[in-house]
C-alpha cells in the first residue's frame, strides 16, 4: 500500500481556527483495517490467480432448500443462492490477508488520521448491469436504504455515522459523529452499491419477486422460483480487467440447483447432476463417494489441508429460556456429548473437537491466563467464571466406549447445585417440580443423525430432549425470532477480534440474529468495546481476544462439536486451479474449467 500523507489540509491551513494542529489526511488505494496491506498500489493481480485463466464453461453446485426472493437483505424471506454477491463493493478483500481493500467501484480513498471522516472517489467507468453510471449518490442512496429499511442491526452498528453524502457526482464523503476507524473503513470498504433508480420505489425490507439490476461479473438470466437459478458472466462487465479480478470469474455460467435433502443431493452429484461439492459430512466422506463415475475416474475426490481460522460450531443455549439461564445446568448437559466415542464411530476419526471462539487461530485461550491477560481479568473478579484464573478450559472427554457414568455423575453433581434431582428417573426442578425438558430445532436430516446420540445420553440423565425438524423457511423465521431452546448452529470464524464481536455478543445487539444465545453481560459487554476501541493495536488485541474467548469458554454458551483443518472436495474432473490456495479461501472463483478435461466427461459435464 502506497499512502501519502499531506501535513496541511487542502486549504493549506494546517489549523483550527482554535490553533489546533488539524488531524493529517491520508491517501491511498488501499484500505488496512488490521497489519499493513501485501500488495503494492501498482499490483497487477493477486498471488492466488492464474492471470491466463480462459473464461469458458458452465459449473451447477447443488444447493439445500429453497429460495422465494432475489433480495438478500429483506427481512423475510428466503434469498437465492449467491444474491448477495449480485453488486459489487466499492472495495475488494484479497483472501491472503486479515484486513486489507482493494480498489473496485472505489478507485481512491482519503480519510484523517483521527477517522472522524473519509471520501471515495469512484472510478468513473463503474457501471450497473444495465448500463448506468454508478455514481456517489448511488453510494448515499445506498447507506440511507440500510438504514431507513435494512435490518436493525445495521442502523445499531452504525449509529456512529453522522452522514454519508455524495459531494460530487464521483465523490462521497463519509462523516462520523463518534470518529472510529473499524465503522468508517468497514462502509468504506464493504459497502455494495445499490442502484438508485431500480431500488428507490422499492420497499428494501421486503422480498423481491424478479432480479435486480446488479453491478457485479455475473447477472441473473434463468430462473425457476424455488428450483433453480442461472448466473451468466457480463460479457460487458466494467471491472473485469482490474487488478483485483484478474484471474477470478472464470466460469462463464453458473448454475444453483436446490434439492430439500442432503443424500438425494448427492446422490445427484454422483449421477452427474451437478460439477463440484463441499462434503461436510464424514459418514458420507468415507462412504458414500463410490460408484462407476469414480472407477472410470470422471469424479475426482480431494482433501485439501488449510490454516484458516475455524467456525465454533455446536449445539447453542437460548440462555433467555429459563430452563438454560443457570451456566452449571448448561455444563451438566454437555457431558452428554460423547465425542470421541462419536467420532470414532460416526465421523471415522476425522474430526477434532472444537474448544475455542477463535479456533485455529493466535486468539484461542490455551492455558493459563498471561501476565497481560490478567490484568485485563482481574478487574472482573466475582463477575466472571472462577476457573477463568485457575484452569484451561477443555470440553469433556470420554473414554470412546460408549458409556458415560463418570461423565454423569459429574453432571449430577453439577444439577444438583442448580436445583435439580432425579426422581423416579426422571430430571426435576426441586422446587416446580417441572422436568428438564427442551427442544432442539434444526432443519437437516444430517443434523439430526449427530443429535440422536446425544439425545440418547441426556434420557440415560432424566432429562427430556426434544429433536424437532421443520422446513428451511420455518427454521430461518424461528431462527430470526429467537423461537427456540436450543439449535445446532455455528459462530463464525475470526481471522482477529473485530468490532463485528459486538453484534454477536454484546447486549446493544441482542436483536441481532447473529447472538444466537441471547447473551445479556456486562463484562462481555465491556470486553467488545474494549476489543472495537483497540483496532489499531495488534498486541492488545491478542490480549484481550484471548480474555474474551476465556470469558465465553467457561460460561457454556454451547456444547462445542468438532472442525476439521481440511476441505473435503470431489469434483467432476474437468476443473483446474492456481498452485497457490488463498490463505482464507478455498478461492472456488479462480479456478476454471478446462476444455481439454472436459471433452473426455460425458456430455451432460462438460
Known amino acids: 500500500m502506497t499512502l501519502k500523507r499531506n501535513a496541511l489540509l487542502a486549504i493549506g491551513v494546517g489549523l483550527f481556527a482554535s490553533g489546533v494542529m488539524a488531524a493529517n ?15 503494492p498500489q501498482d499490483f497487477q493481480h493477486f498471488d ?131 470518529p472510529n476507524k473499524e465503522k468508517l473503513f468497514g462502509l468504506a470498504q464493504g459497502t455494495r452499491v445499490l442502484p438508485e433508480h431500480f431500488w428507490k420505489d422499492k ?71 451437478f460439477d463440484l461439492r463441499q462434503e461436510n459430512s464424514a459418514k458420507f466422506w468415507a462412504s458414500s463417494y463410490t460408484g462407476a463415475n469414480f472407477d472410470r475416474g470422471f469424479i475426482k475426490k480431494e482433501e485439501i489441508e488449510h490454516h484458516k481460522p475455524m467456525a465454533t460450531q455446536g449445539f447453542v443455549f437460548n440462555i433467555e429460556r429459563p430452563v438454560f439461564s443457570d451456566p452449571k445446568v448448561r455444563e451438566a448437559l454437555s457431558y452428554a456429548m460423547d465425542f470421541e466415542w462419536m467420532n470414532r464411530n460416526m465421523f471415522y476419526d476425522q474430526y477434532t473437537r472444537t474448544r475455542s471462539y477463535f479456533q485455529n487461530s493466535d486468539y484461542e485461550a490455551k492455558g493459563l491466563p498471561s501476565a497481560a491477560e490478567l490484568e485485563v481479568l482481574n478487574k472482573y473478579k466475582g463477575k466472571i467464571p472462577e476457573r477463568v484464573f485457575t484452569d484451561e478450559y477443555n470440553p469433556p472427554v470420554t473414554d470412546g466406549s460408549g458409556r458415560i457414568r463418570p461423565q454423569m455423575r459429574k453432571a449430577f453433581a453439577l444439577l444438583k447445585e442448580a436445583g435439580w434431582e432425579l426422581k423416579n428417573k426422571v430430571m426435576t426442578n426441586v422446587e416446580t417440580g417441572q422436568p428438564l425438558s427442551f427442544e432442539l430445532l434444526m432443519y437437516s436430516p444430517t443434523t439430526e443423525r449427530i443429535a440422536i446420540p446425544v439425545q440418547k445420553n441426556m434420557r440415560a440423565m432424566g432429562i427430556d430432549m426434544r429433536i424437532r425438524t421443520v422446513d428451511t423457511t420455518q427454521y430461518l423465521k424461528r431462527w430470526r425470532d429467537r423461537d427456540y431452546d436450543m439449535i445446532s448452529s455455528s459462530y463464525s470464524a475470526q481471522r482477529y477480534p473485530s468490532s463485528n464481536l459486538k453484534i454477536v455478543w454484546n447486549s446493544n445487539f441482542i436483536d441481532s440474529t447473529y447472538n444466537q444465545a441471547g447473551v445479556k453481560d456486562p463484562v462481555i459487554d465491556e470486553l467488545t468495546d474494549l476489543i472495537a476501541d483497540s483496532q489499531d493495536d495488534p498486541e492488545r488485541l491478542l490480549v484481550l481476544g484471548r480474555s474474551l474467548d476465556r470469558v465465553l469458554q467457561w460460561n457454556y454458551f454451547v456444547i462445542p462439536q468438532w472442525h476439521i483443518k481440511k476441505y ?39
Not at 489526511?25 to 500488495?39: H, I, N, Q
Not at 484523517?112 to 472517489?121: G, P, V
Request: charged content about 25%; cysteine-free.
Open 25 to 39: 489526511v491520508v491517501e491511498t488505494t488501499s484500505l488496512t483495517g488490521f497489519g499493513t496491506a501485501k500488495y
Open 203 to 273: 420497499n428494501f425490507a421486503e422480498p423481491l419477486n424478479e432480479p435486480p439490476v446488479g453491478s457485479g461479473a455475473y447477472k441473473i438470466v434463468d430462473y425457476k422460483m424455488g428450483q433453480s437459478l442461472t448466473y451468466a458472466l457480463d460479457e460487458n462487465y466494467w471491472a473485469k480487467d482490474l487488478p483485483v479480478n484478474v484471474g477470478r470469474n472464470n466460469f462463464k455460467t453458473i448454475q444453483y440447483d436446490y434439492y430439500r435433502d442432503d443424500t438425494v443431493m448427492l446422490e445427484a452429484f454422483k449421477a452427474g447432476e
Open 48 to 178: 492466488y490467480v492464474n492471470p491466463e485463466a480462459p473464461k469458458y464453461g458452465k459449473v451447477t453446485f447443488g444447493q439445500m432448500g429453497t429460495f422465494d426472493n432475489f433480495n438478500r437483505y429483506a427481512s423475510r424471506g428466503q434469498p437465492a443462492a449467491a444474491t448477495g454477491e449480485l453488486y459489487d463493493p466499492l472495495m475488494l478483500p484479497s483472501s491472503d490477508e486479515i484486513d486489507s481493500y482493494y480498489p473496485l467501484i472505489a478507485e481512491k480513498v482519503r480519510y484523517a488520521d483521527d477517522y472522524s471522516w473519509l471520501e471515495l472517489d469512484i472510478n468513473p467507468n463503474a457501471r450497473f448491469s444495465d448500463g448506468v453510471p454508478i455514481t456517489a449518490k448511488d453510494v448515499e442512496f445506498t447507506f440511507d436504504k440500510f438504514m431507513k429499511e435494512g435490518v436493525p442491526q445495521f442502523r445499531a452498528y452504525y449509529k456512529d455515522v453522522k452522514s454519508v453524502k455524495a459531494t460530487s457526482k464521483l465523490t462521497v464523503r463519509i462523516e462520523m459523529s463518534v
Open 568 to 606: 473435503r472436495v470431489a469434483t467432476w474432473d474437468k476443473f483446474e486451479r492456481p498452485d497457490v490456495l488463498p490463505t482464507y479461501d478455498l478461492g472456488i472463483d479462480t479456478w476454471w474449467v478446462s476444455e481439454e478435461k472436459a471433452q473426455k466427461l460425458p456430455a451432460k459435464r462438460r
